[in-house]
């Protein structure tokens, strides 16, 4: 007898998994990886150190509530610290955001060309993703208006954007969540604020200080280089910090996570830095990538979104495939509807000089 194989329940098996950036390159042995947008200076000592001292508590759970973290982020920026949500990784806040919200059948807004994590738990919820056209490559607040309906819990729009780079200035966002149903979540993702300082930027904190319907979710992936530790944050309401935490796992940050992060947070030099790194390069690099006829979408983060040319012998997945040769590999970003486009994470002085030299060499071949 042919007994049922467990079978998913509906939708599962219709989620795309998620491509990450590719680390390797054939044949090379220390390739630069400028594809997944991480802090390319590492991480700060003083982070490092905690974590290393942690190794002495390896036996022992954490803290649930990550209080010290807890703590040291209220007390950073100012918030209550009840209203925070701590997440392995602002990952894990946005899938624990739609089981909270979604039933079957509910959907999510984003723009057209969102931030692929907010739309696997979307689906796992047996929910519908709504994607809102862009307008230049930017996300178009009329579009999202328009794209909501009855069914709509939860709208997410990362500011700065992966992998556009682009960002929706603060009155911009204060039109959108004046339009927006009182009973719509707004979760503005902030995982690259820190590298925009444009004046007319907001992460959306201070939006979110007096409203019932705002999440702003961050990270110390990118800021603080400590990706491999999964540790994320949100600033949410409390009705919905407290749903959040119902349901979320009770140890979900580690012991070194919860250490490494609150020194983080007080090497105000190494976040700095970063920061300086970034506005250095990204400008020159910018007007490098320009002056080789390529086309420059606006950045606002720690990466860049290059257009090439649809000829043959220049096209974007040309270009991917030689960098990788002279072992820079960068990220394709085709699965995201640009098949036209690479997105390259800001490098090192000597990797953003090697970059150009190559590219100029792909343009002229
Ligand atoms: C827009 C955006 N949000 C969130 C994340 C994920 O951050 P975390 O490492 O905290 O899960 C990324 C990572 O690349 C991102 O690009």
């Not at 910018?286 to 012998?313: C, D, H, K, M, Y």
């Not at 002085?349 to 060499?361: K, M």
Request: hydrophobic letters at 45%; glycine letters at 8%; charged letters at 20%.
């Amino acid at each position: 007898m042919n007994a049922p194989a467990p079978a998913p329940k509906a939708g599962i098996l219709e989620i795309d998994p998620y491509v990450p950036g590719k680390a390797k390159a054939e044949g090379i042995e220390h390739p630069v990886k400028l594809s997944a947008n991480e802090n390319i200076l590492g991480c700060g000592e003083a982070a490092r150190a905690a974590y290393v001292e942690a190794a002495g508590h390896l036996a022992s759970y954490p803290d649930g509530r990550a209080g010290e973290l807890r703590s040291a982020l209220a007390r950073r920026y100012k918030l209550a610290p009840e209203r925070l949500i701590l997440g392995a990784g602002s990952d894990e806040i946005f899938a624990l955001l739609n089981q909270v919200f979604l039933e079957p059948g509910d959907n999510i807004v984003q723009g057209q060309f969102a931030f692929g994590a907010y739309a696997i738990g979307v689906r796992a919820c047996q929910g519908e993703v709504r994607r809102a056209p862009e307008r230049v490559w930017r996300v178009d607040v009329d579009a999202m208006l328009e794209a909501v309906d009855e069914r709509t819990r939860l709208m997410f729009i990362a500011n700065p954007a992966n992998p556009t780079g682009t960002f929706v200035g603060e009155a911009e966002l204060r039109r959108l969540h004046a339009a927006l149903r009182s009973d719509v979540v707004l979760v503005l993702d902030g995982a690259y604020g820190e590298f925009n300082r444009d004046p007319t930027y907001t992460d959306g904190v201070d939006l979110a200080r007096d409203a019932e319907n705002i999440v702003v979710t961050k990270t110390f992936s990118k800021l603080h280089g400590l990706a491999a530790l999964r540790v994320g944050w949100a600033f949410a309401p409390q009705a919905i910090a407290d749903a959040v935490n119902r349901i979320r796992q009770p140890f979900n940050t580690s012991i070194p996570a919860q250490v490494a992060a609150v020194a983080a947070l007080a090497d105000v030099n190494f976040q700095k830095r970063s920061v300086a790194h970034v506005e250095r390069w990204r400008p020159w690099l910018t007007q490098q990538l320009g002056g080789l006829g390529l086309e420059i979408v606006p950045p606002s983060a720690n990466f860049v979104l290059v257009g090439f040319p649809r000829t043959p012998g220049r096209t974007a997945a040309e270009a991917e495939v030689f960098l990788a040769r002279r072992g820079l590999i960068v990220r394709g970003v085709a699965g995201y509807g640009l098949p036209d486009h690479l997105r390259i994470t800001i490098g090192l002085e000597a990797h953003n000089r090697a970059l150009i030299d190559a590219l100029a060499q792909f343009m002229r071949a």
